[in-house]
């Protein structure tokens, strides 16, 4: 596989990237983000559970204070032995601080590191409830709550109390929460990620060997066929493929068969020319094989033109180039000579041929030469697979304002199993019969071109009969003015079936019977 193929499959533009960047990123950063919120609101609550904590406790101290009795002297003496003698001053620092801002008792006997921040203080100065609470980090490094309540009792060196917590188990606390939360995102992430993973397999192994083996029908070989392996769309995608896959390789089949049959086609009458051609240049003095030589170079000659014109008439269809030459015409005028060129061949071959012809048809507005092609096809079919004995009957009449033209035989048929494929291009049931297996597909589409149908009826060893319908002149002065006046037109081919139908049934050129009768 090329450098390109690789890259698609596994780079930037593989099915895999696509999912991973698009599908898996967004789910990522939706995570994240609810993680981070979810850190923040427990970093908050712990926090805030702190500060209300150390506050509850300065409100007891603060109580205690505010409602203590005594002269100053006493009541001074009273808030150092109540800061000094802090019974959790393991877990909470206690100060007073005197009126200068300056904190003259702890609980923990050491004065704070001159610099620290005292915040809380003044903005407990400041607030209308003379206390305030702060998150800081000390000198030191260490993390502290801090809650300043202002007492100032008249008469009182003391000014305000202090407590600092420490914020360190708090924090420890917040980071094996934060961890827990990180550990379950990412458990997700992976959860995601491993079923991600396998549903792309799932999509991903299957599409690439659906592309391996499209590949190999891209090159011809369309031996090879997809396992089903679901019910899912994928596996639908897999029976299309297969099915489009058989269909490849039975028109590719019928396609080699084509080119064989067409081959063998030319060959027979250009040898039977060159021959000729050499067995009259050696026989001046024989007037009637020179003249039996030149009629069988005439018409094997003519033969191979009908052939080749077949095959452009087959080109036209498929590129949409037909064009039609519509006027009003006799149908019946076509259908009787065509029966009239085929009488002597069908002598010749011991096949009779059977023509009802009515007194009178309405006109029908079409283009004669393809009709009378058309009905040349159909009639050289019925005598084609014809033997010895059978009996070919040629019919038309009006019904329901549309002419119907039957044309039977009783000659070898076609198998049910063949019959729905006789207008699949390029088909062929009997391949022991004359015919290149495309001229059904054009007199078919010329009859659709006119308005028509051409449907076939068959049973194997018993005959066949087939039905061309065409709709009738409606006799009407407008539409009679419009067919005299109508001159060549170009019909738009859209066929009804997205693949042009030609069946078994092939047909050969009036001439060509000419010729095979002269030869008999």
């Known amino acids: 596989m090329s450098s390109s193929g690789r890259k698609n499959r596994w780079g930037s533009r593989s099915i895999t990237q696509h999912w991973l960047r698009n599908s898996l990123g967004v789910v990522a950063l939706i995570l994240v983000i609810i993680e981070v919120l979810l850190i923040f609101i427990v970093r908050t609550y712990y926090y805030s559970s702190a500060r209300q ?8 101290c603060t109580a205690a204070v505010m409602n203590a009795s005594g002269d100053t002297t006493n009541y001074n003496a009273q808030i150092r032995s109540m800061v000094e003698g802090y019974a959790d001053k393991d877990k909470i620092e206690l100060m007073a601080i005197t009126a200068d801002g300056g904190v003259d008792v702890t609980s923990s006997g050491f004065s704070p590191p001159e610099g620290d921040d005292m915040s809380d203080y003044r903005e407990a100065k400041k607030s209308s409830t003379g206390t305030a609470a702060q998150v800081y980090t000390l000198s030191t490094g260490e993390k502290v709550v801090a809650v300043t309540s202002v007492i100032s009792p008249k008469g009182c060196e003391y000014e305000a109390l202090r407590m600092l917590s420490s914020m360190k188990n708090v924090d420890n606390q917040i980071w094996i929460i934060s961890m827990i939360i990180t550990g379950i995102v990412a458990a997700i992430l992976i959860l995601v990620l491993f079923s991600g993973i396998f549903f792309m397999k799932s999509i991903v192994i299957p599409v690439r060997k659906i592309a391996d083996i499209t590949h190999n029908y891209a090159k011809g070989n369309f031996s090879e066929r997809i396992e ?11 029976d299309s493929i297969n099915n489009m896959a058989e269909e490849l390789s039975n028109t590719e089949q019928m396609k080699n068969e084509f080119i064989s049959s067409v081959s063998h086609e030319l060959r027979t009458p250009l040898t039977a020319i060159k021959g000729w051609t050499e067995t009259v240049a050696s026989m001046y003095g024989d007037v009637e ?33 037909l064009t039609l030459i519509m006027d009003t ?11 009239l060129i085929y009488q002597e061949r069908a002598r010749v071959l011991g096949i009779t041929l059977n023509y009802f012809e009515p007194q009178m048809l309405p006109f029908v507005y079409g283009d004669k030469n393809r009709l009378r092609q058309v009905f040349i096809n159909v009639v050289d079919n019925a005598i084609k697979y014809s033997d010895k004995g059978d009996t070919v009957s040629v019919e038309a009449y009006e019904e329901d304002g549309e002419i119907c033209i039957s044309v039977s035989d009783t000659g070898i048929g076609i198998s049910k199993e063949d019959l729905p494929k006789i207008k699949q291009k390029f088909f062929k049931a009997n ?3 004359r015919g290149s297996g495309i001229g059904l597909a054009v007199a078919d589409e010329i009859i659709q071109r006119h308005g028509g149908t051409l449907t076939i009826d068959s049973e194997e060893n018993v005959g066949t009969t087939v039905m061309i319908v065409l709709p009738c002149i409606k ?3 407008d539409h009679n003015e419009n067919a005299e006046n109508q001159s060549t037109v170009d019909v738009e081919l859209i066929s009804t079936d997205p693949e042009l139908q030609s069946g078994e049934i092939d047909g050969g050129a009036a001439e060509n019977e000419r010729k095979d009768a002269n030869e008999q």
């Open 431 to 433: 391949h022991t019969r």
């Open 228 to 238: 089903k392996q679901s019910e899912d769309e994928l596996g639908e995608l897999c």
């Open 475 to 477: 006799q009407n002065d």
């Open 289 to 321: 094989t020179f003249k039996k030589g030149m009629r069988v170079i005439n018409s094997e000659t003519e033969r191979l033109s009908q052939m080749v014109e077949e095959l452009l008439d087959f080109s036209r269809i498929q590129d949409n180039r």
């Open 53 to 60: 904590y150390v506050t509850s406790r300065m409100n007891i």
């Open 329 to 339: 015409i006799d149908i019946l005028a076509e259908l009787g000579e065509t029966v």
